[in-house]
Protein backbone atom coordinates (compact mmCIF):
# COMPACT_ATOMS: atom_id res chain seq x y z
CA UNK A 1 0.00 0.00 0.00
CA UNK A 2 0.73 3.70 -0.85
CA UNK A 3 4.03 4.65 -2.61
CA UNK A 4 7.05 6.81 -1.82
CA UNK A 5 9.52 8.88 -3.95
CA UNK A 6 11.93 11.37 -2.92
CA UNK A 7 14.13 13.26 -5.46
CA UNK A 8 17.08 15.60 -5.00
CA UNK A 9 17.57 16.79 -8.25
CA UNK A 10 19.39 19.01 -10.82
CA UNK A 11 16.30 20.20 -12.36
CA UNK A 12 12.84 20.50 -11.44
CA UNK A 13 11.23 17.59 -10.31
CA UNK A 14 7.07 17.91 -10.62
CA UNK A 15 7.33 16.15 -13.72
CA UNK A 16 9.57 13.02 -12.29
CA UNK A 17 7.87 12.81 -9.30
CA UNK A 18 4.34 12.25 -10.98
CA UNK A 19 6.00 9.69 -13.46
CA UNK A 20 8.09 7.25 -10.49
CA UNK A 21 4.42 7.60 -8.43
CA UNK A 22 2.77 5.77 -12.03
CA UNK A 23 5.32 3.01 -11.45
CA UNK A 24 3.60 2.82 -8.11
CA UNK A 25 0.39 2.76 -9.24
CA UNK A 26 0.27 -0.80 -8.70
CA UNK A 27 0.45 -0.65 -4.75
CA UNK A 28 -2.96 0.74 -5.38
CA UNK A 29 -4.17 4.61 -3.74
CA UNK A 30 -6.87 6.89 -3.25
CA UNK A 31 -5.09 10.13 -3.28
CA UNK A 32 -1.71 11.71 -4.86
CA UNK A 33 0.14 14.58 -3.74
CA UNK A 34 3.90 15.81 -4.13
CA UNK A 35 5.96 18.87 -2.56
CA UNK A 36 8.90 20.90 -3.38
CA UNK A 37 11.44 23.20 -2.25
CA UNK A 38 10.42 26.48 -3.70
CA UNK A 39 12.55 29.31 -3.41
CA UNK A 40 13.56 28.67 0.18
CA UNK A 41 9.76 27.45 1.01
CA UNK A 42 7.53 24.42 0.83
CA UNK A 43 4.96 24.12 -2.06
CA UNK A 44 2.64 21.49 -2.13
CA UNK A 45 0.14 20.09 -4.78
CA UNK A 46 -2.63 17.03 -3.78
CA UNK A 47 -5.64 15.51 -5.54
CA UNK A 48 -8.34 13.24 -5.01
CA UNK A 49 -8.24 9.82 -6.80
CA UNK A 50 -6.01 9.30 -9.67
CA UNK A 51 -2.82 10.55 -10.65
CA UNK A 52 -4.07 12.29 -13.57
CA UNK A 53 -5.65 14.43 -11.49
CA UNK A 54 -2.89 15.41 -10.10
CA UNK A 55 -1.05 15.67 -13.56
CA UNK A 56 -3.67 18.13 -14.33
CA UNK A 57 -3.76 20.08 -11.05
CA UNK A 58 0.41 20.60 -12.15
CA UNK A 59 -0.05 21.80 -15.67
CA UNK A 60 -2.74 24.28 -14.19
CA UNK A 61 0.08 25.02 -11.02
CA UNK A 62 3.34 24.14 -11.90
CA UNK A 63 5.95 23.67 -9.60
CA UNK A 64 9.59 24.83 -10.30
CA UNK A 65 11.97 23.28 -7.34
CA UNK A 66 14.91 20.57 -7.02
CA UNK A 67 14.31 18.96 -4.45
CA UNK A 68 10.63 17.13 -3.76
CA UNK A 69 8.57 13.93 -2.35
CA UNK A 70 5.87 11.86 -3.56
CA UNK A 71 2.98 9.75 -2.47
CA UNK A 72 0.18 7.78 -3.42
CA UNK A 73 -1.97 7.33 -0.34
CA UNK A 74 -4.04 4.12 0.54
CA UNK A 75 -6.16 5.59 3.19
CA UNK A 76 -5.97 4.09 6.62
CA UNK A 77 -6.78 7.23 9.19
CA UNK A 78 -9.36 9.60 7.82
CA UNK A 79 -11.35 9.90 4.44
CA UNK A 80 -9.76 8.86 1.20
CA UNK A 81 -9.92 13.32 0.05
CA UNK A 82 -7.87 16.06 -0.75
CA UNK A 83 -7.74 17.28 2.99
CA UNK A 84 -6.00 14.02 3.86
CA UNK A 85 -3.57 13.22 1.24
CA UNK A 86 0.07 13.49 1.62
CA UNK A 87 2.22 15.67 1.81
CA UNK A 88 1.43 16.70 4.86
CA UNK A 89 3.05 20.09 5.74
CA UNK A 90 3.82 23.02 8.13
CA UNK A 91 5.48 26.00 7.24
CA UNK A 92 8.63 24.12 8.22
CA UNK A 93 8.65 20.89 7.02
CA UNK A 94 7.03 18.04 4.40
CA UNK A 95 6.40 14.39 5.39
CA UNK A 96 4.90 11.56 3.19
CA UNK A 97 4.07 8.21 5.20
CA UNK A 98 3.33 4.61 4.33
CA UNK A 99 2.10 2.75 7.13
CA UNK A 100 0.91 3.20 10.68
CA UNK A 101 2.07 5.52 13.64
CA UNK A 102 0.28 3.38 16.06
CA UNK A 103 0.71 5.98 19.24
CA UNK A 104 -0.55 8.90 16.99
CA UNK A 105 -3.38 9.85 19.56
CA UNK A 106 -1.24 10.29 22.42
CA UNK A 107 1.26 12.46 20.19
CA UNK A 108 -1.64 14.13 18.98
CA UNK A 109 -3.00 15.23 22.51
CA UNK A 110 0.24 16.26 24.03
CA UNK A 111 0.69 18.09 20.65
CA UNK A 112 -2.66 19.99 20.59
CA UNK A 113 -1.62 21.00 24.71
CA UNK A 114 0.95 22.91 23.24
CA UNK A 115 -1.42 24.76 20.94
CA UNK A 116 -0.67 23.18 17.85
CA UNK A 117 -3.30 23.17 15.39
CA UNK A 118 -3.91 20.12 13.15
CA UNK A 119 -5.09 19.96 9.52
CA UNK A 120 -6.29 16.93 8.81
CA UNK A 121 -7.65 13.36 10.23
CA UNK A 122 -4.31 11.17 9.50
CA UNK A 123 -1.90 9.42 12.02
CA UNK A 124 0.97 11.24 9.80
CA UNK A 125 0.29 14.90 10.42
CA UNK A 126 1.70 14.02 14.00
CA UNK A 127 5.28 13.34 12.68
CA UNK A 128 5.04 16.58 10.43
CA UNK A 129 3.87 18.47 13.18
CA UNK A 130 6.49 16.63 15.80
CA UNK A 131 9.57 17.66 13.44
CA UNK A 132 8.17 21.33 13.65
CA UNK A 133 7.39 21.58 17.01
CA UNK A 134 10.72 20.25 18.01
CA UNK A 135 12.57 22.74 15.18
CA UNK A 136 10.33 25.85 17.11
CA UNK A 137 12.56 24.42 20.14
CA UNK A 138 15.55 24.74 18.68
CA UNK A 139 16.69 22.16 16.75
CA UNK A 140 18.12 21.70 13.33
CA UNK A 141 16.13 19.70 10.92
CA UNK A 142 18.39 16.21 11.39
CA UNK A 143 18.20 16.55 14.94
CA UNK A 144 14.22 17.23 15.28
CA UNK A 145 14.09 14.00 13.43
CA UNK A 146 15.95 12.32 15.33
CA UNK A 147 13.85 13.11 18.03
CA UNK A 148 10.46 12.86 16.32
CA UNK A 149 11.56 8.90 15.30
CA UNK A 150 12.25 8.45 18.91
CA UNK A 151 8.90 9.22 20.22
CA UNK A 152 6.71 7.60 17.18
CA UNK A 153 5.78 4.15 17.45
CA UNK A 154 4.33 1.84 14.93
CA UNK A 155 5.51 0.13 10.98
CA UNK A 156 6.33 3.29 8.73
CA UNK A 157 8.44 4.58 6.09
CA UNK A 158 8.89 8.15 6.00
CA UNK A 159 10.44 10.77 3.18
CA UNK A 160 11.17 14.46 5.06
CA UNK A 161 11.96 17.39 3.09
CA UNK A 162 12.88 21.28 5.14
CA UNK A 163 11.77 24.61 4.06
CA UNK A 164 15.67 26.66 3.48
CA UNK A 165 17.11 23.14 3.10
CA UNK A 166 17.63 22.71 -1.16
CA UNK A 167 19.67 19.73 -0.28
CA UNK A 168 18.16 18.19 2.81
CA UNK A 169 15.76 15.04 2.71
CA UNK A 170 15.58 12.49 5.35
CA UNK A 171 13.84 8.82 4.95
CA UNK A 172 13.22 6.80 7.74
CA UNK A 173 11.90 2.72 7.64
CA UNK A 174 10.46 1.00 10.44
CA UNK A 175 8.44 -1.98 9.08
CA UNK A 176 7.66 -0.45 5.66
CA UNK A 177 10.38 -0.72 2.73
CA UNK A 178 12.08 2.07 1.63
CA UNK A 179 15.10 2.44 -0.46
CA UNK A 180 17.95 4.93 -1.24
CA UNK A 181 18.88 5.58 -5.37
CA UNK A 182 22.40 7.03 -5.93
CA UNK A 183 22.39 9.28 -8.90
CA UNK A 184 24.80 11.29 -10.79
CA UNK A 185 24.64 14.74 -8.51
CA UNK A 186 21.31 13.50 -7.62
CA UNK A 187 19.54 11.06 -4.78
CA UNK A 188 16.69 9.48 -4.42
CA UNK A 189 14.27 7.34 -2.29
CA UNK A 190 10.97 5.21 -3.54
CA UNK A 191 8.98 2.78 -1.95
CA UNK A 192 10.91 0.07 -4.42
CA UNK A 193 13.56 0.04 -7.33
CA UNK A 194 10.69 -0.15 -9.33
CA UNK A 195 9.90 3.61 -8.48
CA UNK A 196 13.28 4.46 -9.38
CA UNK A 197 14.55 2.63 -12.07
CA UNK A 198 14.40 5.28 -14.65
CA UNK A 199 17.05 7.53 -12.64
CA UNK A 200 19.35 4.57 -11.16
CA UNK A 201 20.33 1.21 -10.70
CA UNK A 202 22.38 1.85 -7.94
CA UNK A 203 19.83 1.03 -4.64
CA UNK A 204 20.64 0.83 -1.07
CA UNK A 205 17.48 -0.45 0.67
CA UNK A 206 17.47 0.68 4.78
CA UNK A 207 17.47 -1.94 7.48
CA UNK A 208 14.84 -2.03 9.84
CA UNK A 209 15.04 1.25 12.60
CA UNK A 210 17.12 2.64 9.92
CA UNK A 211 16.89 6.10 8.80
CA UNK A 212 19.14 8.55 6.11
CA UNK A 213 20.14 11.72 5.35
CA UNK A 214 20.55 12.33 1.90
CA UNK A 215 22.02 14.94 0.19
CA UNK A 216 22.95 15.34 -4.16
CA UNK A 217 26.61 14.09 -3.36
CA UNK A 218 25.93 11.83 -0.32
CA UNK A 219 24.33 9.81 2.01
CA UNK A 220 24.67 8.63 5.70
CA UNK A 221 22.73 6.20 7.31
CA UNK A 222 22.19 5.15 10.90
CA UNK A 223 20.75 2.67 12.69
CA UNK A 224 18.23 2.60 15.71
CA UNK A 225 20.53 3.19 17.88
CA UNK A 226 21.69 6.55 16.01
CA UNK A 227 25.08 4.64 14.73
CA UNK A 228 26.34 5.40 11.82
CA UNK A 229 26.28 1.99 9.20
CA UNK A 230 27.09 1.13 5.87
CA UNK A 231 24.53 -0.74 4.21
CA UNK A 232 25.42 -2.56 0.85
CA UNK A 233 24.72 -1.05 -2.53
CA UNK A 234 23.31 -3.60 -5.02
CA UNK A 235 22.81 -2.91 -8.94
CA UNK A 236 18.96 -3.27 -9.26
CA UNK A 237 17.74 -4.98 -12.57
CA UNK A 238 14.21 -3.35 -12.25
CA UNK A 239 14.44 -1.47 -14.97
CA UNK A 240 14.68 -4.33 -17.00
CA UNK A 241 11.26 -5.04 -16.05
CA UNK A 242 9.95 -2.01 -17.23
CA UNK A 243 6.20 -2.95 -18.56
CA UNK A 244 2.90 -2.16 -19.80
CA UNK A 245 -0.34 -3.55 -21.12
CA UNK A 246 0.48 -4.56 -24.34
CA UNK A 247 -2.25 -5.08 -26.40
CA UNK A 248 -4.34 -6.38 -23.55
CA UNK A 249 -7.00 -4.01 -22.45
CA UNK A 250 -5.69 -4.70 -18.63
CA UNK A 251 -2.32 -5.83 -16.58
CA UNK A 252 -4.82 -8.52 -14.94
CA UNK A 253 -5.41 -9.91 -18.30
CA UNK A 254 -1.60 -9.43 -19.69
CA UNK A 255 -0.30 -11.39 -16.30
CA UNK A 256 -2.79 -14.15 -17.04
CA UNK A 257 -1.66 -14.59 -20.17
CA UNK A 258 1.88 -14.56 -19.10
CA UNK A 259 1.61 -17.43 -17.13
CA UNK A 260 2.60 -20.38 -19.79
CA UNK A 261 6.17 -18.46 -19.87
CA UNK A 262 6.77 -17.28 -15.82
CA UNK A 263 5.44 -20.99 -14.86
CA UNK A 264 7.96 -22.55 -17.09
CA UNK A 265 10.56 -20.25 -15.72
CA UNK A 266 10.04 -20.89 -12.56
CA UNK A 267 9.71 -24.32 -12.72
CA UNK A 268 13.17 -24.31 -14.69
CA UNK A 269 14.59 -22.94 -11.87
CA UNK A 270 13.77 -26.35 -9.76
CA UNK A 271 13.83 -28.83 -11.80
CA UNK A 272 16.40 -30.70 -13.75
CA UNK A 273 13.84 -31.36 -16.59
CA UNK A 274 16.24 -33.49 -18.66
CA UNK A 275 17.08 -35.70 -15.97
CA UNK A 276 13.41 -35.50 -14.69
CA UNK A 277 14.68 -34.56 -11.39
CA UNK A 278 14.04 -32.44 -8.66
CA UNK A 279 16.92 -30.03 -8.70
CA UNK A 280 16.12 -27.88 -5.55
CA UNK A 281 18.48 -25.30 -4.62
CA UNK A 282 20.33 -26.11 -0.72
CA UNK A 283 18.28 -24.28 1.67
CA UNK A 284 20.62 -24.67 4.93
CA UNK A 285 18.24 -27.64 6.10
CA UNK A 286 18.28 -31.51 6.07
CA UNK A 287 14.97 -32.17 3.95
CA UNK A 288 14.86 -35.72 5.31
CA UNK A 289 15.03 -34.05 8.79
CA UNK A 290 12.32 -31.89 9.29
CA UNK A 291 9.75 -32.76 11.51
CA UNK A 292 7.06 -30.38 10.59
CA UNK A 293 6.24 -27.61 8.04
CA UNK A 294 4.33 -24.12 9.52
CA UNK A 295 3.00 -22.31 6.54
CA UNK A 296 1.71 -18.71 6.65
CA UNK A 297 0.49 -16.11 4.56
CA UNK A 298 -2.23 -13.31 3.63
CA UNK A 299 -5.17 -14.05 1.23
CA UNK A 300 -4.49 -15.36 -2.17
CA UNK A 301 -0.68 -16.34 -1.01
CA UNK A 302 -2.48 -18.33 1.98
CA UNK A 303 -4.82 -20.66 -0.28
CA UNK A 304 -1.05 -21.21 -2.67
CA UNK A 305 -0.05 -22.25 1.02
CA UNK A 306 -3.66 -24.77 1.65
CA UNK A 307 -2.78 -26.14 -1.64
CA UNK A 308 1.13 -27.15 -0.60
CA UNK A 309 -0.44 -28.34 2.79
CA UNK A 310 -2.22 -31.57 0.26
CA UNK A 311 0.69 -31.78 -1.58
CA UNK A 312 3.40 -32.16 1.47
CA UNK A 313 1.00 -34.56 3.81
CA UNK A 314 0.03 -36.68 0.73
CA UNK A 315 3.41 -37.00 -1.11
CA UNK A 316 6.10 -36.22 1.42
CA UNK A 317 3.46 -37.65 4.38
CA UNK A 318 5.24 -34.79 6.73
CA UNK A 319 2.79 -32.98 9.06
CA UNK A 320 1.54 -29.58 8.56
CA UNK A 321 0.63 -26.72 10.05
CA UNK A 322 -1.19 -23.51 8.19
CA UNK A 323 -2.91 -20.63 9.38
CA UNK A 324 -3.42 -16.98 8.30
CA UNK A 325 -0.48 -14.72 8.84
CA UNK A 326 -2.46 -12.12 10.72
CA UNK A 327 -3.64 -15.03 13.44
CA UNK A 328 -0.35 -17.81 13.62
CA UNK A 329 1.26 -15.67 16.10
CA UNK A 330 -1.15 -14.45 18.15
CA UNK A 331 -2.12 -18.47 19.06
CA UNK A 332 1.25 -18.28 20.39
CA UNK A 333 1.48 -21.73 18.84
CA UNK A 334 4.09 -24.38 19.61
CA UNK A 335 6.78 -24.80 17.34
CA UNK A 336 8.60 -27.79 16.90
CA UNK A 337 12.67 -28.66 16.79
CA UNK A 338 13.71 -29.26 13.59
CA UNK A 339 11.01 -27.43 12.20
CA UNK A 340 10.53 -25.81 9.04
CA UNK A 341 8.18 -22.61 8.73
CA UNK A 342 7.30 -21.38 4.65
CA UNK A 343 6.00 -17.98 4.42
CA UNK A 344 3.94 -17.23 0.68
CA UNK A 345 4.03 -13.61 -0.32
CA UNK A 346 4.46 -11.55 -3.52
CA UNK A 347 5.61 -8.42 -2.50
CA UNK A 348 7.54 -9.86 -0.01
CA UNK A 349 6.49 -6.91 1.93
CA UNK A 350 3.53 -7.77 3.67
CA UNK A 351 3.73 -6.59 6.85
CA UNK A 352 1.59 -9.45 8.72
CA UNK A 353 3.25 -12.50 7.04
CA UNK A 354 6.43 -10.38 8.00
CA UNK A 355 5.47 -10.17 11.68
CA UNK A 356 4.44 -14.41 11.69
CA UNK A 357 8.01 -14.46 10.13
CA UNK A 358 9.96 -13.26 13.36
CA UNK A 359 7.73 -15.14 15.73
CA UNK A 360 8.70 -18.48 13.70
CA UNK A 361 12.05 -17.52 13.72
CA UNK A 362 12.60 -16.57 17.16
CA UNK A 363 11.09 -19.68 18.34
CA UNK A 364 13.83 -21.66 16.41
CA UNK A 365 12.45 -22.33 12.91
CA UNK A 366 14.17 -22.43 10.02
CA UNK A 367 12.76 -19.77 7.57
CA UNK A 368 12.30 -20.00 3.75
CA UNK A 369 10.25 -17.45 2.11
CA UNK A 370 8.36 -18.39 -1.55
CA UNK A 371 8.77 -14.44 -2.84
CA UNK A 372 8.27 -12.54 -5.98
CA UNK A 373 10.90 -9.34 -5.04
CA UNK A 374 14.16 -10.96 -4.16
CA UNK A 375 15.10 -8.06 -2.43
CA UNK A 376 11.99 -7.73 -0.16
CA UNK A 377 12.28 -7.74 3.67
CA UNK A 378 10.91 -10.74 4.09
CA UNK A 379 13.22 -12.89 1.86
CA UNK A 380 16.51 -10.45 3.71
CA UNK A 381 15.15 -12.27 7.08
CA UNK A 382 14.83 -15.83 5.22
CA UNK A 383 17.27 -18.36 6.35
CA UNK A 384 16.40 -19.19 2.24
CA UNK A 385 14.65 -17.55 -0.43
CA UNK A 386 12.39 -19.47 -3.05
CA UNK A 387 12.25 -16.90 -5.46
CA UNK A 388 8.90 -17.02 -8.05
CA UNK A 389 10.36 -16.05 -11.23
CA UNK A 390 6.44 -14.06 -12.01
CA UNK A 391 7.98 -11.16 -12.91
CA UNK A 392 6.22 -7.75 -11.81
CA UNK A 393 2.70 -8.04 -11.09
CA UNK A 394 0.77 -4.74 -11.63
CA UNK A 395 -2.53 -6.14 -11.30
CA UNK A 396 -3.47 -5.78 -7.31
CA UNK A 397 -5.49 -9.46 -8.15
CA UNK A 398 -2.71 -11.82 -7.99
CA UNK A 399 -2.87 -14.02 -11.00
CA UNK A 400 0.49 -14.99 -12.17
CA UNK A 401 2.04 -14.65 -9.12
CA UNK A 402 -0.10 -17.10 -7.51
CA UNK A 403 0.39 -19.95 -9.96
CA UNK A 404 4.08 -19.41 -9.61
CA UNK A 405 4.02 -19.84 -5.79
CA UNK A 406 2.42 -22.92 -6.61
CA UNK A 407 4.82 -24.14 -8.97
CA UNK A 408 7.70 -23.28 -6.53
CA UNK A 409 5.51 -25.04 -3.83
CA UNK A 410 5.13 -27.94 -5.62
CA UNK A 411 8.80 -28.34 -6.44
CA UNK A 412 9.22 -27.98 -2.74
CA UNK A 413 7.01 -30.83 -1.78
CA UNK A 414 8.55 -32.98 -4.38
CA UNK A 415 12.33 -31.87 -2.67
CA UNK A 416 10.67 -33.24 0.70
CA UNK A 417 9.35 -36.16 -0.07
CA UNK A 418 12.30 -37.31 -2.75
CA UNK A 419 14.36 -36.41 0.56
CA UNK A 420 12.50 -38.69 2.84
CA UNK A 421 12.08 -41.30 0.69
CA UNK A 422 8.65 -41.38 0.46
CA UNK A 423 8.51 -40.95 -3.34
CA UNK A 424 11.16 -43.29 -5.52
CA UNK A 425 13.15 -42.12 -8.25
CA UNK A 426 9.96 -43.30 -11.18
CA UNK A 427 7.14 -41.80 -9.03
CA UNK A 428 9.44 -38.28 -9.07
CA UNK A 429 9.94 -38.74 -12.76
CA UNK A 430 6.17 -39.00 -13.10
CA UNK A 431 5.30 -35.89 -11.12
CA UNK A 432 8.07 -33.93 -12.90
CA UNK A 433 6.47 -35.12 -15.86
CA UNK A 434 2.59 -33.53 -15.05
CA UNK A 435 4.19 -30.51 -14.00
CA UNK A 436 6.62 -29.60 -17.08
CA UNK A 437 3.02 -29.98 -19.33
CA UNK A 438 1.42 -27.26 -17.03
CA UNK A 439 2.18 -24.28 -19.01
CA UNK A 440 1.31 -26.21 -22.71
CA UNK A 441 -2.40 -26.55 -20.80
CA UNK A 442 -2.72 -23.22 -19.88
CA UNK A 443 -1.76 -22.58 -22.98
CA UNK A 444 -4.83 -24.07 -24.48
CA UNK A 445 -7.15 -22.76 -22.20
CA UNK A 446 -6.20 -19.28 -22.82
CA UNK A 447 -6.57 -20.32 -26.80
CA UNK A 448 -10.44 -20.07 -26.03
CA UNK A 449 -12.22 -16.91 -23.85
CA UNK A 450 -15.32 -16.72 -25.21
CA UNK A 451 -16.80 -18.85 -22.91
CA UNK A 452 -15.93 -17.05 -20.41
CA UNK A 453 -17.50 -13.98 -21.72
CA UNK A 454 -20.48 -15.34 -22.31
CA UNK A 455 -20.53 -16.93 -18.64
CA UNK A 456 -19.59 -13.18 -17.15
CA UNK A 457 -23.11 -11.51 -18.62
CA UNK A 458 -24.69 -14.52 -16.98
CA UNK A 459 -22.67 -14.47 -13.11
CA UNK A 460 -23.14 -10.10 -13.57
CA UNK A 461 -26.65 -10.40 -12.96
CA UNK A 462 -25.75 -12.37 -9.79
CA UNK A 463 -25.88 -11.39 -5.79
CA UNK A 464 -24.15 -13.95 -4.50
CA UNK A 465 -22.05 -16.77 -5.87
CA UNK A 466 -20.96 -19.51 -4.05
CA UNK A 467 -17.51 -22.17 -4.97
CA UNK A 468 -17.42 -25.64 -4.24
CA UNK A 469 -14.20 -27.94 -4.90
CA UNK A 470 -12.95 -31.18 -2.53
CA UNK A 471 -9.13 -32.09 -1.60
CA UNK A 472 -6.55 -29.66 -3.18
CA UNK A 473 -9.99 -28.20 -5.28
CA UNK A 474 -11.11 -26.38 -2.22
CA UNK A 475 -8.24 -23.97 -2.21
CA UNK A 476 -9.10 -23.00 -5.46
CA UNK A 477 -12.49 -22.50 -4.49
CA UNK A 478 -11.74 -20.37 -1.92
CA UNK A 479 -9.57 -18.55 -4.33
CA UNK A 480 -12.03 -18.41 -6.96
CA UNK A 481 -14.25 -16.86 -4.73
CA UNK A 482 -11.67 -14.00 -3.68
CA UNK A 483 -10.90 -13.35 -7.25
CA UNK A 484 -14.81 -12.53 -8.43
CA UNK A 485 -15.64 -10.50 -4.92
CA UNK A 486 -11.96 -8.95 -5.13
CA UNK A 487 -12.70 -7.01 -8.81
CA UNK A 488 -16.47 -7.61 -9.62
CA UNK A 489 -17.75 -6.75 -6.35
CA UNK A 490 -20.21 -9.58 -6.44
CA UNK A 491 -20.40 -11.31 -2.72
CA UNK A 492 -18.83 -15.41 -3.32
CA UNK A 493 -17.67 -17.63 -0.77
CA UNK A 494 -15.80 -20.52 -1.23
CA UNK A 495 -16.71 -23.72 0.21
CA UNK A 496 -15.27 -27.50 1.11
CA UNK A 497 -18.02 -29.52 -1.12
CA UNK A 498 -18.54 -31.81 1.99
CA UNK A 499 -19.58 -28.76 3.99
CA UNK A 500 -22.49 -27.73 1.75
CA UNK A 501 -25.39 -29.80 4.05
CA UNK A 502 -23.77 -27.93 6.93
CA UNK A 503 -24.72 -25.09 6.38
CA UNK A 504 -24.26 -23.03 3.27
CA UNK A 505 -27.11 -25.04 1.29
CA UNK A 506 -29.57 -23.15 3.21
CA UNK A 507 -28.07 -20.33 0.65
CA UNK A 508 -29.05 -22.10 -2.51
CA UNK A 509 -32.05 -20.83 -4.84
CA UNK A 510 -33.05 -21.08 -8.74
CA UNK A 511 -31.18 -17.43 -8.26
CA UNK A 512 -27.35 -18.66 -6.81
CA UNK A 513 -24.57 -19.74 -9.04
CA UNK A 514 -22.99 -22.99 -7.83
CA UNK A 515 -19.65 -22.80 -9.36
CA UNK A 516 -18.04 -26.36 -8.76
CA UNK A 517 -14.41 -26.84 -9.30
CA UNK A 518 -14.46 -30.89 -10.06
CA UNK A 519 -11.81 -32.67 -11.92
CA UNK A 520 -12.36 -36.41 -12.41
CA UNK A 521 -10.26 -37.75 -9.40
CA UNK A 522 -10.67 -40.06 -6.66
CA UNK A 523 -13.32 -37.31 -5.28
CA UNK A 524 -15.30 -36.57 -8.27
CA UNK A 525 -17.84 -38.82 -7.14
CA UNK A 526 -18.01 -37.30 -3.89
CA UNK A 527 -18.61 -33.80 -5.31
CA UNK A 528 -20.77 -35.11 -7.64
CA UNK A 529 -23.48 -36.47 -4.81
CA UNK A 530 -23.09 -32.61 -3.65
CA UNK A 531 -24.16 -31.09 -6.69
CA UNK A 532 -26.66 -33.14 -7.08
CA UNK A 533 -28.07 -31.57 -3.62
CA UNK A 534 -27.70 -28.06 -5.09
CA UNK A 535 -29.73 -29.28 -8.34
CA UNK A 536 -32.13 -30.43 -6.11
CA UNK A 537 -32.62 -26.89 -4.41
CA UNK A 538 -32.57 -25.37 -7.97
CA UNK A 539 -29.24 -24.06 -7.87
CA UNK A 540 -27.49 -22.98 -11.07
CA UNK A 541 -24.14 -25.20 -12.16
CA UNK A 542 -21.30 -23.96 -13.45
CA UNK A 543 -18.86 -27.24 -13.60
CA UNK A 544 -15.51 -26.59 -14.31
CA UNK A 545 -14.15 -30.09 -14.64
CA UNK A 546 -12.62 -32.44 -17.30
CA UNK A 547 -15.45 -35.16 -16.76
CA UNK A 548 -18.66 -35.03 -19.24
CA UNK A 549 -21.46 -33.75 -17.90
CA UNK A 550 -23.60 -36.72 -18.34
CA UNK A 551 -21.35 -38.16 -15.15
CA UNK A 552 -22.94 -35.84 -12.60
CA UNK A 553 -26.56 -36.87 -13.18
CA UNK A 554 -28.48 -33.73 -12.67
CA UNK A 555 -28.72 -30.45 -14.68
CA UNK A 556 -25.83 -27.92 -15.14
CA UNK A 557 -26.18 -24.44 -16.18
CA UNK A 558 -22.92 -24.14 -18.02
CA UNK A 559 -20.01 -26.34 -18.17
CA UNK A 560 -16.23 -25.45 -18.46
CA UNK A 561 -14.23 -28.20 -20.09
CA UNK A 562 -10.75 -29.03 -19.07
CA UNK A 563 -8.11 -30.47 -20.42
CA UNK A 564 -7.08 -33.85 -19.20
CA UNK A 565 -4.69 -33.76 -16.22
CA UNK A 566 -2.47 -35.51 -13.31
CA UNK A 567 -4.18 -34.40 -9.75
CA UNK A 568 -0.77 -33.73 -8.86
CA UNK A 569 -0.73 -30.51 -11.42
CA UNK A 570 -4.80 -29.87 -11.04
CA UNK A 571 -4.55 -26.53 -9.06
CA UNK A 572 -2.16 -24.62 -10.83
CA UNK A 573 -4.32 -25.67 -14.50
CA UNK A 574 -7.80 -25.23 -12.77
CA UNK A 575 -6.78 -21.73 -11.21
CA UNK A 576 -7.04 -20.10 -14.52
CA UNK A 577 -10.75 -20.94 -14.94
CA UNK A 578 -11.03 -19.16 -11.82
CA UNK A 579 -9.49 -16.06 -12.45
CA UNK A 580 -10.54 -15.92 -16.26
CA UNK A 581 -14.25 -15.80 -14.71
CA UNK A 582 -13.51 -13.01 -12.47
CA UNK A 583 -11.94 -11.11 -15.00
CA UNK A 584 -14.55 -11.31 -17.44
CA UNK A 585 -17.54 -10.73 -15.13
CA UNK A 586 -15.56 -7.69 -13.63
CA UNK A 587 -15.02 -6.24 -17.17
CA UNK A 588 -18.72 -6.86 -18.63
CA UNK A 589 -19.68 -4.72 -15.17
CA UNK A 590 -17.22 -2.04 -15.88
CA UNK A 591 -15.32 -1.72 -12.57
CA UNK A 592 -11.60 -0.94 -12.55
CA UNK A 593 -9.78 -4.09 -12.59
CA UNK A 594 -6.03 -3.81 -12.25
CA UNK A 595 -7.05 -1.60 -9.40
CA UNK A 596 -9.98 -2.45 -7.13
CA UNK A 597 -11.55 -0.17 -4.63
CA UNK A 598 -10.38 -0.35 -1.25
CA UNK A 599 -7.55 -2.83 -2.04
CA UNK A 600 -3.71 -2.85 -2.00
CA UNK A 601 -1.25 -4.74 -3.88
CA UNK A 602 1.10 -4.48 -0.91
CA UNK A 603 -0.32 -4.79 2.27
CA UNK A 604 2.71 -3.35 4.28
CA UNK A 605 0.58 -2.61 7.71
CA UNK A 606 -1.28 -5.12 10.12
Known amino acids: MCGIVGILGTTPVATDLVDALKRLEYRGYDSAGIATVENGHLERRRAEGKLRNLAERIVREPLKGRAGIGHTRWATHGAPNERNAHPHMTDRVSVVHNGIIENFREIKQDLLRAGIVFESDTDTEVVTQLITHEMRQGADPVEATKRALGRIRGAFALAIIFSGHDDLMIGAREGSPLAVGHGDGEMFLGSDAIALAPFTSQITYLEEGDWAVLTRNSVVIRDRAGRIVARPTITSTASGFLVDKGNHKHFMLKEIHEQPEVISHTLSHYLDMAAEQVNFPDIGIDLAKISRVTISACGTAYYAGLVAKYWLERFARIPVEIDVASELRYREAPLPKDGLAVFVSQSGETADTLATLRYCKANGQHIASVVNVRTSTIARESHAILPTLAGPEIGVASTKAFTCQLATLACLALAIARARGEIDAAKEAELIRALMEVPRHISAILRDERRYEELAHWLSKSRDVLYLGRGVSYPLALEGALKLKEISYIHAEGYAAGEMKHGPIALIDENVPVIAVAPHDDLFEKTVSN ?76
Open 531 to 606: LQEVAARGGQIVLVSNADPDLVGCAIATHIRMPDVPAFVAPLVYAVPMQLIAYHTATFLGTDVDQPRNLAKSVTVE
